[in-house]
Structure formats: structure tokens, C-alpha cells
């Protein structure tokens, strides 16, 4: 990185509070911001820009097929794929229905009317998407304090609009590139001897792109492209197995589960199996790997490493 550094922020709006009522916030240009439409209700609050920047990350992961997104305090809550986005959000609703509630949504394709009817049942604060069916709009414009956005940027370009990330601390200002680092197949391996099913190595990978979208230490337990439980913001990753876990209850048979970073401890892998959790997936590159991948071995659980890490402060 350079020496010096130069930014200009030009003022867009005022906000009426930050995070908190008692916060002064405003939003400021920087470089280039993506082409959005505001369809229904009033401008983004600073909340509602930050889920909505964690739903549009993750849609960016999975522009290339419907996927629905739902946000909470900046974290991803719930996700799922499907062949439609209707089906996707019927996947996350049986996955978690609680989590929808007071949620930013986001859906990688269009919102039609059969979607809308359902969403228009709910308690919501912003809904976004690439388009929304005239009909769609109709039913939703009827939903008190409902935000409907239309982005007109297509998904896949989003990780290209901001490069860095800027964080004002006591000690100075952090700088940082953006995490972008995606799956590699050169270090992208199954470490254990026993292989995970095909279906496995999807869960396995959806799982992934998602908890690096969540703040560490992360876990998601995903089955059938849909999550069942998301963890973040924990001390360590066996606090956060266990919180994810009996989230699941009794739901965690034949899923996966993804770790932001390495399995740092055999306990790990004994939660694991005593869930009957099939597979899991992780960074890997510890002083601990022998020693997890032989008690995996022992109790059959399949392991894939990435060699990636996805920090997330």
C-alpha cells in the first residue's frame, strides 16, 4: 500500500441516527456506489445500508442461481438456493421462520406477484432484488414501512465497488483490502478417508461462501443448500458449535458445517459426531491437523480444507 493516502467523501444525506438514536451518522460518496432504485417507502436508514450490504455480499456469491439472503445486524441469518426464489424462501422459512421477522431480505431475481403475496404477510424493513413484477409492487406497496429496493447493478459486479476496507481506531486508521479470496482448487482437498457425497461438497462449499460473510468466530450447519443454523460473533469456534447446534436441536443428522477458519481442537470433532453432522469444512494449516483428521477418521466424519481463512473483526 502506498505511504499516503488521500480520500474524498462527499456528503449524500443525513441520517436521523447511526446505530443508536443518540448517534449522529450521515452517508458519504466514495469512488463509485452501485446504481439502486428506492421503489417504495423511505430513504435507508445507517442499519438498513449495513444488512443490506452483508445480503448483497452474499448475493454476489450466488448471482448465477435464485438465492434468498436475510440479514440481521449485519450478519447473514438465514440462506438458501433453489431452482426459484420462491422455493428458496420457502427453504428458509422451514429452516428458520423466526428469523425472517424484522429482517432485510435479498433475492438474486426477481420478486413476482405468488412471492410477493407471501412476503406481504410478514413484518419486514427492506426488501431488495435485481426487479420487482408490477404486480409484486402493487401487494408490497400496501405494507406498512416496507422499503422496496431495486438494484440495477448486476450482482457479480458488486465485490468490485469498493477494493478497501477503512476502520477508524484509537491507534489510527486501518486499511485493509477487501476479502475477496475465493475457493481454490489447488488447495481445496479432502483430508480424511472418508469422502463426502456429492451432495456433501455442494453443502460443503455454500456453507463456506457464507460463514466468510459472518463475523468470527463463525459457524454455519447447512443441508440441502439451505442454512439450518448461523453463529457469529463468538469467542471461539467451540462456543460457537454449540450455540449453532442447539439451534438445529434435533435437525443436525447427514448436514455439514463450515468453520470461518481452522478446527483448532478435538472437541470440535467430538460435537461434531455426536451430532451426527456428516462432514465438515475448514482452513486447515494448524499445528492441530494431525490430530483432528485422525480422531475424524476414527469417527467417520469427512473433512475438506481450503487453505483459505476468512477473518472477519
Not at 443454523?229 to 460457537?240: R, V
Given at each position: 500500500m502506498e505511504d499516503n493516502k488521500t480520500y474524498n467523501f462527499n456528503k449524500i444525506q443525513n441520517f436521523k441516527c447511526g446505530e443508536n438514536v443518540y448517534q449522529e451518522a450521515s452517508l458519504y460518496s466514495f469512488n463509485k456506489q452501485i446504481d439502486f432504485e428506492i421503489i417504495n417507502g423511505n430513504l435507508l436508514t445507517y442499519n438498513n445500508i449495513l444488512d443490506a450490504t452483508c445480503g448483497l455480499e452474499i448475493a454476489a456469491e450466488f448471482f448465477d442461481v435464485a438465492a434468498c439472503i436475510v440479514s440481521h445486524h449485519a450478519n447473514p441469518s438465514a440462506v438458501a438456493l433453489a431452482n426459484t426464489i420462491e422455493n428458496?424462501?420457502?427453504?428458509?422459512?422451514?429452516?428458520?421462520?423466526?428469523?425472517?421477522?424484522d429482517s432485510v431480505i435479498t433475492f438474486t431475481r426477481e420478486i413476482n406477484e405468488d412471492?410477493?403475496?407471501?412476503?406481504?404477510?410478514?413484518?419486514?424493513?427492506?426488501?431488495?432484488?435485481?426487479?420487482?413484477?408490477?404486480?409484486?409492487?402493487?401487494?408490497?406497496?400496501?405494507?406498512?414501512?416496507?422499503?422496496l429496493v431495486k438494484i440495477n447493478t448486476p450482482l457479480?459486479?458488486?465485490?468490485?465497488?469498493?477494493?478497501?476496507?477503512?476502520?477508524?481506531?484509537?491507534?489510527?486508521?486501518?486499511?485493509?483490502?477487501?476479502?475477496t479470496k475465493e475457493l481454490d482448487v489447488e488447495t481445496f482437498k479432502v483430508a480424511t478417508k472418508k469422502k463426502p457425497e456429492q451432495n456433501e461438497v455442494e453443502d460443503m462449499i455454500?456453507?463456506?461462501?457464507?460463514?466468510?460473510?459472518?463475523?468470527?468466530?463463525a459457524i454455519v450447519i447447512a443441508k440441502d443448500?439451505?442454512?439450518?443454523?448461523?453463529?457469529?460473533?463468538?469467542?471461539?469456534?467451540?462456543?460457537?458449535?454449540?450455540?449453532?447446534?442447539?439451534?438445529?436441536?434435533?435437525s443436525t443428522k447427514n448436514s455439514i458445517v463450515a468453520f470461518d477458519d481452522a478446527i483448532k481442537s478435538i472437541e470440535d470433532i467430538?460435537?461434531?459426531?455426536?451430532?451426527?453432522?456428516?462432514?465438515?469444512?475448514?482452513?486447515?494449516?494448524?499445528?492441530?491437523?494431525?490430530?483432528v483428521i485422525a480422531l475424524a477418521d476414527k469417527?467417520?466424519?469427512?473433512?475438506?480444507?481450503?487453505?483459505?481463512?476468512?477473518?472477519?473483526h
Open positions: 428458496a424462501f420457502d427453504k428458509v422459512l422451514d429452516a428458520d421462520t423466526l428469523c425472517v421477522f412471492l410477493a403475496k407471501k412476503l406481504s404477510q410478514m413484518k419486514l424493513k427492506v426488501l431488495i432484488a435485481p426487479s420487482f413484477s408490477s404486480g409484486a409492487i402493487e401487494i408490497l406497496k400496501g405494507v406498512k414501512n416496507l422499503k457479480q459486479e458488486i465485490p468490485t465497488y469498493y477494493q478497501e476496507e477503512i476502520k477508524i481506531t484509537p491507534f489510527g486508521a486501518l486499511i485493509q483490502q477487501k476479502d455454500f456453507a463456506s461462501k457464507i460463514a466468510k460473510h459472518a463475523k468470527s468466530s443448500l439451505r442454512t439450518l443454523a448461523i453463529c457469529a460473533g463468538q469467542s471461539n469456534s467451540i462456543n460457537a458449535l454449540e450455540v449453532a447446534i442447539n439451534r438445529v436441536c434435533d467430538q460435537l461434531i459426531a455426536q451430532n451426527r453432522i456428516s462432514g465438515a469444512i475448514q482452513s486447515g494449516r494448524t499445528s492441530k491437523d494431525s490430530e469417527l467417520e466424519v469427512s473433512i475438506i480444507t481450503t487453505g483459505i481463512k476468512h477473518i472477519k
